[in-house]
């Protein structure tokens, strides 16, 4: 399944187009459909695809060289080393277009070293000459740039984002607009989880599946994902598990996790840097040089929110076949509160969405996240964009009734921008909104209402 990713698939294709020598990193966490992109780029293209295994340099040289003769690029009968394969895919890149794909690229270092040598070697030596696009995937590939500028190789740096709820939604078209939500938060935006719902089962057949069926495909993938990363994980689960389950600030982390928060923001710096974990700042605090006092922290990946949350205090029960118990019990009562974090993140991704149709009041430059004076808590995050004229302030209501006129003069109220701005206001809606709600903003130019129903 390839969904979304059109305008990265334009820039590697322009890229191989242009008949000369191209090197793309290409990073994105596990699951995020780096290796369906090389699969949709590498369609009716002559190519060269090459996985490197976590394991001895023996072992992937003689893997790499069955590689190449399986997708023609050598004969083995005659092929005798993985240098052969090697010099026959650059020799053939010096008379056609084409592509070499090293995917899993972050174990070159450790596991196939000398590839990553012997390639750049002689890219270096028919450098003029080849017509070739070199990507290397991976989950981490900073190392490479160093191993690229030593050559005198210049790399191009692409990074997979999670899909968006637009580009996701139309795999859970047999579910109803709340279930939707639901599904892309636990799926988080990953090609890899999408791939694993089944439209013939019920929402709840689907989570047990997934989650709490003794054998469930993600039941440990928390411990999976961290495990790639860290060789000792149990502090970072403990940091992700304390973060999910609401201790978004620093000090609250460090008294969940029973550290200083010195020795704490240490483990939050590392998650940070390998995407685990991002800071939000309210925007009025961004520019601001000294320490922000409203940072928190959240999960960037929602499906692992909602593992920490709900299924990795309950590993064992599940093991032992109690997982439909917890479902009903545990579960689906509590997902409310987790599926509105969910919902302000659409909703984001809206605006954006909205600023590229030209929909959007102005064309903001810059958009982020406020709250409260006095309450930083995620249950008030509130939205906001801003140009040099221009300030919208957003909400998005996760509530199971329909929004009144009262929520709308609340945050007219409670949110304005007093040098000179225009003033504009945005909610969005789970159920919708009032007809005295839609009466007022009709009559009010700087009021936009936006319904989950209109979300697709």
Not at 65 to 93: P, R
Not at 146 to 175: I, M, P, Q, W
Not at 369 to 384: H, M, N, V, Y
Not at 385 to 412: E, H, P, R
């Amino acid at each position: 399944m390839f969904l979304g990713r059109q305008s990265e698939l334009a820039f590697l294709e322009k890229l191989y187009n242009s008949n000369e020598l191209h090197c793309v990193c290409l990073n994105g966490a596990a699951g995020i459909g780096k290796t369906s992109l090389l699969q949709e780029l590498g369609k009716r293209r002559s190519k060269a695809y090459f996985c490197v295994r976590s394991c001895t340099e023996n072992a992937n040289k003689a893997a790499f060289l069955a590689e190449m003769a399986v997708q023609g690029i050598v004969d083995s009968k005659v092929c005798m080393s993985w240098q052969d394969a090697l010099n026959a895919i650059i020799k053939k890149a010096c008379g056609e277009k084409m592509l070499l794909m090293i995917d899993d690229a972050q174990e070159l270092g450790d596991s196939f070293h000398e590839l990553l040598s012997a390639l750049l070697t002689l890219v270096q030596k028919e450098a003029s000459r080849l017509r070739l696009l070199i990507i290397f995937s991976g989950r981490r590939l900073d190392f490479l740039q160093n191993s690229l500028r030593k050559v005198g190789l210049k790399a191009d740096f692409l990074t997979l984002d999670y899909l968006s709820y637009e580009e996701c939604v139309s795999c859970f078209s047999a579910f109803n607009n709340d279930e939707k939500v639901m599904l892309y938060g636990i799926t988080g935006g990953a090609p890899q989880y999408l791939c694993y719902i089944d439209a013939a089962m019920s929402f709840k057949e689907n989570l047990y599946k997934l989650f709490y069926a003794p054998d469930a495909c993600l039941l440990r993938e928390g411990e999976k994902r961290l495990g790639q990363e860290f060789r000792q994980p149990h502090i970072y689960h403990a940091v992700l598990c304390s973060v999910a389950c609401g201790a978004v600030h620093m000090k609250d982390i460090a008294e969940a996790v029973g550290m200083s928060m010195n020795k704490v923001s240490k483990y939050i710096g590392v998650l940070l840097k390998a995407g685990f974990l991002q800071r939000l700042v309210p925007i009025d605090e961004v520019a601001l040089a000294k320490q922000h006092k409203n940072t928190c922290y959240v999960l960037t990946d929602t499906m692992l929110s909602f593992w920490y949350q709900f299924v990795y205090p309950y590993l064992g029960s599940i093991a032992m076949g109690a997982g439909k118990l917890l479902l009903r019990t545990k579960v689906l009562a509590a997902l409310e509160t987790y599926a509105r974090l969910v919902f302000l993140n659409i909703c984001y991704q809206h605006c954006f969405l909205l600023r590229e149709r030209k929909n959007f009041a102005f064309d903001f430059t810059a958009a982020g996240f406020l709250w409260p004076k006095g309450d930083s808590s995620l249950e008030q995050l509130r939205l906001a964009a801003y140009d040099k004229n221009n300030a919208c302030f957003m909400q998005s209501l996760w509530t199971k009734g329909k929004v009144d006129i009262d929520v709308i003069k609340m945050l007219q109220a409670n949110y304005a921008d007093d040098s000179g701005k225009n003033n504009y206001y945005l909610l969005f809606s789970r159920r919708g909104f009032t007809d005295r709600a839609l009466s007022y903003a009709a009559k009010t130019q700087n009021i936009r209402l936006i319904s989950l129903f209109y979300l697709r």
